[in-house]
């Protein structure tokens, strides 16, 4: 039954919550680690000081990619794909949905392409 709030229900929801947030914390913190490094000082990152935090805050790299002109296209490129190859899929997946949404009747191919 819906809604139901029995003891094996909340132990099961339990265990879930607490897999599926070790699971995202595994996911999530090499990402963060990564900023934490792309942000903290250079003797630091060397010296294996960082963890969890930035050690001597410092954005040198950043201003090194931005300066360069190279990277800008290549950003505009990234755009670019992420923009077309988005609108391309979401126009072949309507264009194949709508008819394989019909029946048979209205759409004799439809079982060739299912």
């Given at each position: 039954?819906?809604?139901?709030?029995?003891?094996?229900?909340?132990?099961?929801?339990?265990?879930?919550?607490?897999?599926?947030?070790?699971?995202?914390l595994?996911?999530?913190?090499?990402?963060?680690?990564?900023l934490?490094?792309s942000?903290?000082?250079k003797a630091?990152?060397?010296?294996?000081?960082?963890?969890?935090?930035?050690?001597?805050?410092?954005?040198?790299?950043?201003?090194?990619?931005?300066k360069?002109?190279?990277?800008?296209?290549?950003f505009l490129?990234s755009?670019?794909r992420?923009?077309?190859?988005g609108?391309t899929?979401?126009?072949?997946t309507?264009l194949?949905?709508?008819?394989?949404?019909?029946?048979t009747k209205d759409?004799?191919q439809?079982?060739?392409?299912?």
């Amino acid at each position: 039954m819906v809604g139901e709030n029995r003891i094996s229900s909340r132990i099961f929801d339990g265990i879930n919550l607490v897999i599926l947030t070790a699971m995202a914390l595994c996911s999530l913190l090499p990402l963060w680690y990564v900023l934490m490094v792309s942000i903290s000082d250079k003797a630091a990152v060397a010296g294996g000081l960082v963890g969890l935090l930035p050690v001597g805050f410092n954005l040198s790299s950043y201003q090194e990619i931005v300066k360069d002109p190279k990277f800008f296209s290549s950003f505009l490129i990234s755009i670019q794909r992420v923009l077309i190859g988005g609108i391309t899929g979401v126009v072949c997946t309507i264009l194949m949905a709508y008819p394989l949404s019909k029946s048979t009747k209205d759409f004799p191919q439809r079982n060739i392409f299912m």
